[in-house]
């Protein structure tokens, strides 16, 4: 009985040679690939890089709060500011902008403004009487996401103007104006009477959760 072995033809050493510069070549083409994408990001003349070299934040000041907010009201105003020249049509100098202009305002009582004897106690610890002062009203916080230009006529002057300074135009006024209008709208509204209300059912809660059966909440202008 005999055996017969088939020995595999091996690879001539041309062949060998081929298939290492063919792998070569790929090798450097990525390498290309990717060595000239990265160069291109690097030396790009027109591409552009963020760095934020912003400073730590510093820790200016802290105190400490005793304020109760006790109602907050969200205003809405649209502001007309219109601007003209004294002999010039609107057309070649002036501006018309509507602006809308959108916040809140926070209405608080200051315990920290409280009289040392604001607080009585009746001897049996059933009644208790507590005198405040009235509400007050915080600044107008503009919503940024919510006040925008709505709409802008400017003459030909104003339009040339704002092309060479590559702006839009200073917006602060418009910010200033729309604060000063919710303000006065929240001091002519109830949002101080709402928060007075709100203050007196919280410490009347809270008082009687504690035991007090009796609980008298007034403000320091009340007889």
Do not use: C
């Not at 208790?128 to 503009?142: F, G, M, V």
Request: net charge positive; glycine share 8%; hydrophobic share 40%.
């Amino acid at each position: 009985m005999t055996t017969s072995h088939t020995t595999l033809p091996e690879a001539s050493p041309g062949r060998r040679r081929r298939w290492r510069y063919v792998a070569g070549l790929l090798v450097l083409a990525v390498l290309l690939v990717v060595g000239g994408r990265l160069a291109w990001s690097w030396l790009n003349p027109l591409g552009e890089q963020t760095i934020d070299r912003s400073q730590p934040v510093l820790l200016q000041s802290i105190k400490d709060l005793s304020r109760f907010e006790a109602a907050t009201g969200n205003f809405q105003v649209v502001v007309d500011l219109e601007k003209d020249a004294n002999f010039l049509p609107d057309a070649i100098k002036g501006t018309r902008t509507l602006f809308v202009g959108a916040g809140g305002v926070d209405a608080y009582v200051d315990f920290g403004a409280m009289a040392t004897n604001a607080v009585t106690v009746s001897q049996d610890r059933t009644e208790a009487t507590i005198r405040l002062p009235r509400a007050q009203l915080e600044k107008p916080n503009l919503d940024n996401n919510r006040s925008y230009v709505f709409a802008q006529q400017r003459g030909l002057f104003d339009r040339v103007s704002d092309f060479l300074s590559g702006s839009p135009g200073d917006q602060r006024e418009l910010y200033l104006l729309a604060e000063k209008k919710i303000s006065e709208a929240a001091v002519a509204s109830d949002l101080r009477t709402r928060a007075d209300a709100n203050t007196k059912a919280m410490l009347s809660g809270m008082l009687k959760s504690l035991g007090f059966k009796k609980v008298t909440v007034k403000f320091t202008d009340e007889p």
